[in-house]
Every structure is written in C-alpha cells, then in structure tokens.
C-alpha cells in the first residue's frame, strides 16, 4: 500500500520543510492544473523541476491540463518519476504512455468520476497506473465520491486479467475514514491532502494512513509489500 501526500494541501511558503514533513511516504503528490482543463492555477514546470531537486521522495504529478501530449513529457525531464495526464484530454494515449516510459517515468492514466473505464480497457499494457478521481478535479478539499468505488472495482478486475505491475490510485477526499472503502474495492495508492498536512504530525498520519489500508486491502499479501518508485538523483 503506497500513500502519495498530496502538496495541494501544503504551505506553499515552505515547499522544501513541506516535503520533508512526508519524507517517510512513497511519494509526494504534485497536482499540476492550468485553469483551462480545470478551474483552478496551481504550478508548473519550474516548480516541479526545483522540488525534485530536494524532495526526499520521488513525485507523482498528477496532470490537470490541456494538451498532455505536448507537455507530459517536459514533467518527466524535469525529475518527475511518475506523470499521469488525464485520457479526456489526451490526442493519443498510447504514443503519450510510451513517451512517458521512454524518459524514464512510470505511465499514468486519470479519469474524471463521469468518465467510463470500459472504453479504455486496452490501453492498460501501455499504463504503469490508473488514477480514478473520488472528487471532481480542480480544488481540495472536496467530498469523498463513494460511488466511484465501482469503478475502482472494475478497475481492479481489469488489472488482474490484463496481469502485470499497474497500481490502481484513488484522489480526492482520501482520509482514515474513507480510505478503508478504497482498499477493499482494490486501490493500492492513495492521494490524501488535508488528512496528511492538516494532521499535527504529518509523517504519523501517513503511517495511520498506509496501515489502514494495508488491514483492509483486497490485495491479500500483496497490500502489506511497501512498493517505492525510482528515485531521481
């Protein structure tokens, strides 16, 4: 089971103390959102190239854009170890996912709660991870979608006959109470904000968080294996 802190939630005054607060996570979670994809300006490639220049973790950027085909990749030299661009916005998918792969970061696929899983079922071989939003996209804080639980299900059964190492991840209203529904449908990372970051101590709400979802996973044995991403230099 990974838990990947989303920095939304974060003091963007102190990014660097900020990822250090989560170094004993398996990944830091940067949300990338360009006001057109979504509502919402967060940050772009300077910032993810001078977080992985100090991140004890590698980062997983999660991106809420336009026109992934051209600018996933730059994430992917800028340090990123994951980059997941969202296949309502992508020309194609599959020569993307490849790309990704090429530079050296695992491949990820995110779809909206009103986007259908089935139609995409064939890329899969191409993904290194499927990230299926609980929240709409675009700000934190939202309310967990417990109905997308489905989903993550379907998801799941569609990995196990696909076989392979693609990681199913849910974002968006992940906290200790919503998190034990997300493993038993079969996600194994999980994206939580506030519940991390407005935590006292940051580092034991990750801790509390990963063993959640290690007692409940659907994975058997497999959940309890902390599985890291390639770490940039």
């Not at 509502?39 to 490639?45: K, Q, V």
């Not at 779809?111 to 993904?127: H, M, R, S």
């Not at 034990?180 to 994206?191: I, L, N, Y």
Request: aromatic share 6%; with cysteine; glycine share 8%.
């Amino acid at each position: 089971m990974q838990i990947s802190p989303s920095i939304l939630a974060c003091d963007f005054a102190n990014l660097e103390r900020e990822l250090k607060r989560i170094a004993n996570a398996d990944w830091a979670h940067v949300d990338v959102m360009d006001a057109h994809f979504v509502p919402n300006l967060t940050l772009g490639l300077p910032v993810v190239e001078a977080l992985a220049r100090v991140s004890p973790i590698p980062l997983d950027c999660h991106l809420m854009i336009d026109d992934p085909d051209r600018w996933a990749p730059l994430y992917a030299e800028a340090g990123a170890s994951s980059v997941t661009f969202h296949v309502e916005a992508a020309r194609d998918p599959i020569s993307l996912a490849r790309s990704l792969r090429s530079l050296g970061a695992r491949a990820g696929m995110a779809l909206k709660p009103g986007t259908a899983f089935g139609p995409y079922i064939d890329l899969l071989p191409e993904l290194d991870m499927v990230l299926l939003m609980t929240v709409e996209p675009g700000f934190g804080g939202q309310s967990f979608m417990a109905d997308q639980m489905s989903k993550v299900r379907e998801v799941r059964e569609a990995v196990a006959r696909c076989g392979g190492e693609i990681w199913v991840q849910v974002d968006g209203g992940v906290s200790t109470t919503t998190i034990q529904a997300c493993a038993e449908a079969g996600a194994d990372v999980f994206v939580a904000g506030s519940a991390v970051f407005g935590a006292e101590t940051a580092a034991a709400a990750v801790d509390q968080l990963r063993d959640l979802a290690t007692r409940h996973s659907a994975l058997g044995l497999r959940g309890t294996q902390r599985v890291r991403g390639p770490q940039r230099g």
